[in-house]
């Protein structure tokens, strides 16, 4: 299979750590240009990767040598950078979440498969095969009838000028953070049947977006979807599974490092057992999965993608609004952001 060539729109932090690092190790991907709205910032990034430097987003998706784009630029410029690039038949692998809103992530993904191009959402975790092996033991039985999920994603608060707290730029925990418990509760208890049935987002004074947020939903069949997330909390990135006869807990699921053991907690009546997993790499992984859908033209589903943005908006717009006390300490942190 011949390397996709692969442009990347900006310079972002998740691109600079992960993906292009990745990428480059990839025999499955090629590094064809690096743009930037600077160019020095262009050129200091592709010197790295041998490749060619460019200034400004219009002027990648006029490369020829360039057939598919990555689109790590805050949230809210996603969408009219994904809707350009599927002008100029580029595939597209747009970093999480796809877009701000449902409604233009339906447009985009139908765009995309008229065009018989590849849009697909950069939700790495979702590649990572410890989340298999937890699916497995669920359909085998280990913790008997399923009852209640419960997600958390949140990290500590980043420094004043960073782009999470810009309403403008699609800040805020929800946005950020909350699509990764949102997306693991759809992928262990399916998304098509699951409703919103209460949600909080609060806010610092000041503030325009959200720095924390809750919300519960449920399935048809009953089983509760606890989800917390935020920006101001101590790093905590897990879920559970908690059944009639057992609970299944796993820790770091959302951002683990290539080298990192899962370790797969198991609770049976008196009986625990930690099951030590192999390391997985769910950036080269992503990556991969996208390659193999362009040279292969096997179109994404998106359905998944389009039902998490639709429980997004629903989040948002049944959320009790709340404010945080003006005197509660604030502790800074310079933790890098989750992926």
Known sequence: MAPVRIGIMGCASIA??????AMAALPEVEIAAIASRDLDTAVLTARDYGCRAVKGYEALLDLDEVEAVYVPLPNAMHASWIEEALFARKHVLAEKPMTTSGARTGELTAKARSRG??????????HHSQHAVVRRQLEEGAI????????????????AGDIRHSA???????LDTGVYPIRAAMAFLGGSDMAVVAAVLTSRPGQHVDSCGHALLSTEGGVGAHLTFGLDHSYRSSYELWGSEGR??????????????????LERKSSVQEIRLAPDDQVANSLRA?????RSGRLPDNGSVLRQADLVD?????????TVPADEPVATSRMAAPA
């Open 16 to 21: 600079r750590r992960k993906t292009l690092p």
């Open 290 to 294: 996208f390659a193999t859908a362009v």
């Open 248 to 265: 299944i807990a796993i820790e770091h699921a959302y951002t683990p490092p290539a080298d990192h053991v899962p370790v797969l907690r």
């Open 314 to 322: 629903e989040i948002r717009g049944r959320a009790r609004r709340c």
């Open 168 to 174: 403008e730029l699609g800040g805020g925990a929800l």
């Open 117 to 126: 191009l590849v849009l697909m959402e950069n939700m790495m975790f979702l």
């Open 144 to 159: 008997g009838h399923l009852y209640a999920f419960h997600a958390s994603f949140a990290v500590p608060r980043r420094p």
